[in-house]
């Protein structure tokens, strides 16, 4: 996910949870902030600067609001944080906002085939569950996801000053070394359950 030379980018990751891909970043040479809403996620990301003495700014707060000036990052990132679990319609400007002319915007979401494959508890299936058009937001298992088909995403980057650089929608192997609940190996090396958007703001 991260460009090759993230070695003193000034790095935002929205939704940070446990704040491990700030981790890596910081051990790149990045200059990471993470900020997540859950003061429990955070706890356990101080927790682990101390055990592996890594140290970087850790914010409570929204992805959607984040308080820090406009023009600050060079890159912005999520991991299954705000690329999922926030409002795009939201968290993206907020990204635009926060990045400065020529920033970085990688994300990694839930392709929208899963969605589409999706039943209510949340296991992929090999039939259509729900229609494309109109598909945004799922509700359920006490959690709400967002989702955009590409066309959609495509246009709301754009309009907010983003060029999509690459589009990986990613494979399993086969054989894969795990399941998951939500989705098996076979599923995922057949069709893609996930895919990483990479994409750059306009330099003025």
Same mark, same amino acid.
Request: glycine share 8%.
């Given at each position: 996910?991260f460009p090759?030379? #993230?070695?003193?980018?000034?790095?935002?990751? &929205?939704?940070?949870?446990?704040a491990y891909?700030?981790?890596w970043?910081?051990?790149?040479?990045? !200059?990471?902030v993470?900020?997540? #809403? *859950?003061?429990?996620?955070?706890a356990t990301a101080?927790?682990?600067?101390?055990?592996?003495? $890594?140290?970087f700014?850790? #914010?409570l707060?929204?992805?959607?609001n984040?308080?820090?000036e406009?023009?600050?990052f060079? &890159?912005a990132?999520?991991?299954?944080?705000a *690329?999922?679990w926030c409002?795009?319609? @939201?968290?993206i400007?907020e990204?635009? @906002? $926060?990045l400065?002319?020529?920033g970085?915007?990688?994300? $990694? @979401?839930? *392709?929208?085939?899963?969605?589409?494959c +999706?039943?209510a508890e949340?296991?992929?299936?090999a039939a259509?569950? !729900?229609?494309?058009f109109?598909l @945004? !937001?799922?509700?359920?298992?006490?959690a709400?996801?967002f989702?955009?088909?590409?066309?959609?995403?495509?246009r709301?980057? !754009?309009s907010?000053?983003f060029? #999509?650089?690459?589009?990986i929608?990613?494979?399993?192997p086969?054989p894969a070394?795990?399941e998951?609940t939500?989705?098996?190996a076979?599923?995922?090396?057949?069709?893609p359950?996930?895919?990483?958007?990479k994409?750059r703001? +306009?330099?003025?």
């Amino acid at each position: 996910m991260f460009p090759e030379d #993230v070695a003193g980018m000034h790095a935002i990751e &929205l939704g940070c949870g446990t704040a491990y891909v700030s981790a890596w970043l910081a051990r790149a040479g990045a !200059r990471p902030v993470g900020i997540d #809403v *859950s003061a429990k996620q955070l706890a356990t990301a101080r927790a682990m600067q101390a055990e592996f003495d $890594l140290g970087f700014p850790l #914010v409570l707060g929204d992805a959607e609001n984040v308080p820090y000036e406009d023009d600050t990052f060079d &890159l912005a990132i999520s991991e299954y944080g705000a *690329s999922l679990w926030c409002d795009p319609y @939201r968290w993206i400007p907020e990204a635009a @906002r $926060l990045l400065a002319p020529g920033g970085r915007l990688v994300f $990694l @979401r839930r *392709s929208p085939l899963f969605a589409l494959c +999706a039943q209510a508890e949340g296991q992929a299936t090999a039939a259509l569950m !729900r229609p494309q058009f109109g598909l @945004r !937001r799922l509700d359920g298992n006490n959690a709400v996801e967002f989702h955009l088909p590409h066309g959609e995403m495509l246009r709301l980057l !754009r309009s907010h000053g983003f060029t #999509v650089e690459d589009l990986i929608e990613i494979q399993a192997p086969a054989p894969a070394h795990r399941e998951y609940t939500e989705v098996s190996a076979d599923w995922a090396h057949h069709w893609p359950s996930e895919e990483i958007w990479k994409a750059r703001l +306009a330099a003025s």
